[in-house]
T-cell receptor
Framework: KAGVTQTPRYLIKTRGQQVTLSCSPISGHRSVSWYQQTPGQGLQFLFEYFSETQRNKGNFPGRFSGRQFSNSRSEMNVSTLELGDSALYLCASSGGPSGANVLTFGAGSRLTVL | GENVEQHPSTLSVQEGDSAVIKCTYS??????FPWYKQELGKRPQLIID?????GEKKDQRIAVTLNKTAKHFSLHITETQPEDSAVYFCAATQTGNQFYFGTGTSLTVIP
């Protein structure tokens, strides 16, 4: 059974550019959530999607957006990149037999903004 | 919203000793408390979790305790081994999948 797959794994952008990250959840999981991980800050919740609808949103500016497709795959987009957006972006899926709350994380997309 | 505090931020123990990591939460409505282990360069992985209707849960060398009145929960690792060295995160959530994470504890087990 394939795990949570995130692409790309690494990327480098410059300030002002935009970036799109992709996440394919575990088959059968309908919930996908996104977290930003930075040193010292831990994991900060960005948003969560369930059946193509955003159910929850964290305290991030509107430059951060996301969506979910009918096959449960999700994308997040960051526009007008800033240096502070450099981070590991983790996607997690849930909703399998382990329980609705149990998060399974992908390997992450490491974004560097120069 | 919920606020989760985690202590200590770093912890070093001798192999074979016990390690304890503590977290407090602010929202009494939170009802699910997982612990994740993240090895260097790897993804966070669930190691144990506890729900608010349970006071303690054990899985081999790992245990979690929950005190709902005081709003704190702790991770206990006994007989630590070098492979336990990692960053450990606690989290709390009330509903859905909006988790609030602590800032992590870097555990080093010295052989």
């Amino acid at each position: 059974k394939a795990g949570v797959t995130q692409t790309p794994r690494y990327l480098i952008k410059t300030r002002g550019q935009q970036v799109t990250l992709s996440c394919s959840p575990i088959s059968g999981h309908r919930s996908v959530s996104w977290y930003q991980q930075t040193p010292g800050q831990g994991l900060q919740f960005l948003f969560e999607y369930f059946s193509e609808t955003q159910r929850n949103k964290g305290n991030f500016p509107g430059r951060f957006s996301g969506r979910q497709f009918s096959n449960s795959r999700s994308e997040m987009n960051v526009s007008t990149l800033e240096l502070g957006d450099s981070a590991l972006y983790l996607c997690a899926s849930s909703g399998g037999p382990s329980g609705a709350n149990v998060l399974t994380f992908g390997a992450g997309s490491r974004l560097t903004v120069l | 919203g919920e606020n989760v505090e985690q202590h200590p931020s770093t912890l070093s123990v001798q192999e074979g000793d016990s390690a304890v990591i503590k977290c407090t939460y602010s929202d009494s409505a939170s009802n699910y408390f997982p612990w994740y282990k993240q090895e260097l360069g790897k993804r966070p992985q669930l190691i144990i979790d506890i729900r608010s209707n349970v006071g303690e849960k054990k899985d081999q060398r790992i245990a979690v305790t929950l005190n709902k009145t005081a709003k704190h929960f702790s991770l206990h690792i006994t007989e630590t081994q070098p492979e336990d060295s990692a960053v450990y995160f606690c989290a709390a959530t009330q509903t859905g999948n909006q988790f609030y994470f602590g800032t992590g504890t870097s555990l080093t087990v010295i052989p």
